[in-house]
T-cell receptor, first 114, second 113 residues
């Protein structure tokens, strides 16, 4: 069974440029999460989807971050414009059922903003 | 709200020695508890979880953890570590029945040959 797939793995951009990350969850997993992992820190939730619906986006900085999950499968996280402080790893995770909390993570997308 | 404290940011240990990675949590409600491992340049992988029942939980790769409600702890242990255990370990807590996990800052385990 394929795991959670993310791309790109690495991205280097200059500040004020836009960037997008893509995530394909495990087949059949209805719940999808985007986490932010700063250096030396644990993951922090940015947004959670149940199928196509963003059910928790309270931690997503909506002035520059946006996300979508069309058709309830793949998801894209966008930053526009990027700032130096956005340099981090963006992790995507999926789960079959929300309640058990067992998340399956992708390898992450490491963003460096110069 | 929940919070997690991983008491050690780095733990060096010799190969074949035992190890304990400490995790304390705070919550006003019943919780689920998890340990995840992150190898270099990889995503997080579930090691083990406590949802209910026996307080001693066994996971993959020979790891186990014990839920101690009175001390609000969920320490991770392995009786004999291998080089391949070198990684970062994250403790996470969530309200029982909820998706909303709060992660600790992680503990970097370095196994010394």
């Amino acid at each position: 069974e394929a795991g959670v797939v993310q791309s790109p793995r690495y991205k280097i951009i200059e500040k004020k440029q836009p960037v997008a990350f893509w995530c394909n969850p495990i087949s059949g997993h209805n719940t999808l999460y985007w986490y932010l992992q700063n250096l030396g820190q644990g993951p922090e939730l940015l947004i959670r989807y149940e199928n196509e619906e963003a059910v928790d986006d309270s931690q997503l900085p909506k002035d520059r971050f946006s996300a979508e999950r069309l058709k309830g499968v793949d998801s894209t996280l966008k930053i526009q414009p990027a700032e130096l402080g956005d340099s981090a790893v963006y992790l995507c995770a999926s789960s079959l059922i929300t309640g058990a909390g067992e998340l399956f993570f992708g390898e992450g997308s490491r963003l460096t903003v110069l | 709200a929940q919070s997690v404290t991983q008491l050690d940011s780095q733990v060096p240990v010799f190969e074949e020695a035992p190890v304990e990675l400490r995790c304390n949590y705070s919550s006003s409600v019943s919780v689920y508890l998890f340990w995840y491992v992150q190898y270099p340049n990889q995503g997080l992988q579930l090691l083990l979880k406590y949802l209910s029942g026996s307080t001693l939980v066994k996971g993959i790769n020979g790891f186990e953890a014990e839920f101690n409600k009175s001390q609000t702890s969920f320490h991770l242990r392995k009786p004999s570590v291998h080089i391949s255990d070198t990684a970062e370990y994250f403790c996470a807590v969530g309200p029982a029945g909820s998706y909303q996990l709060t992660f600790g800052k992680g503990t970097k385990l370095s196994v010394i040959p």
